[in-house]
């Protein structure tokens, strides 16, 4: 792994091109926003395009455009849809529930326990779940955490999230972080040649520091910009 800094985006484009000497190298590529993606999508473009003779219609689809890249050894990702993407082709044959139908599962959890089964606790269940994915993504043991904390809505919500664990396991599904956290391990990353982690990811989120973890073993040249 290398860290290569510099406050100019250009200059990032500019090392990429140079290290793209080889149609058939095979290229990961994340970046943390729309915003750089559709700037590194537009760099590849014109990269194929002056390098490779490659033209993309300019009222082509994203799809499409994506299409064409991937057809090339380029795989750019804006980060949430990467998650997606792993999730999608590691568990094609499972269910992972939708962020509404773990809602549900999450609510009606809140409901069967006395001490949650109000209206302040149902009015922030979109902050639960998100709370939620947040523990099961960072892998964070919750018995350390119950020793640490003695706050009675603590225990509470930490009661809440295992239960809420043991129904999802109890009825067969995955919610999205539970099927990250094992995509995240199924995910050949050594399939590509270079692995791209490219942005402002600062601070570093529970799900690329996985995802960081993972590609210490892998034996592509993986650079951090």
Not at 189 to 209: M, T, V
Request: with cysteine; aromatic share 12%; charged share 25%.
């Amino acid at each position: 792994m290398k860290v290569l800094c510099t406050p100019n985006t250009e200059e990032v484009e500019n090392y990429i091109n140079k290290r793209i000497i080889n149609d058939m190298k095979k290229i990961l590529h994340i970046v943390p926003t729309m915003i750089l993606y559709r700037r590194r999508r537009s760099f590849y473009i014109n990269y194929l395009k002056k390098k490779r003779k490659v033209f993309i219609p300019d009222n082509a689809s994203d799809q499409e455009i994506d299409g064409v890249l991937k057809e090339h050894n380029i795989f750019l990702f804006e980060f949430n849809r990467f998650i997606r993407h792993i999730v999608q082709v590691n568990f094609s044959n499972r269910h992972v529930l939708s962020r509404r139908e773990a809602s549900i599962i999450l609510e009606r959890v809140v409901k069967n326990n006395p001490k949650t089964n109000n209206y302040v606790w149902r009015l922030t269940i979109s902050k639960i779940y998100d709370f939620f994915q947040t523990l099961t993504i960072a892998g964070i043991d919750i018995q350390k955490i119950r020793q640490m904390f003695s706050n009675e809505a603590w225990i509470d919500l930490l009661t809440i999230y295992e239960k809420y664990i043991e129904e999802i396991n109890r009825l067969g599904f995955l919610d999205l972080a539970m099927a990250f956290r094992k995509a995240v391990e199924l995910e050949d990353f050594s399939a590509y040649d270079e692995i791209y982690i490219d942005g402002a990811f600062l601070p570093i989120q529970p799900a690329l520091h996985q995802i960081i973890i993972r590609l210490k073993n892998i034996s592509s040249n993986i650079l951090f910009f």
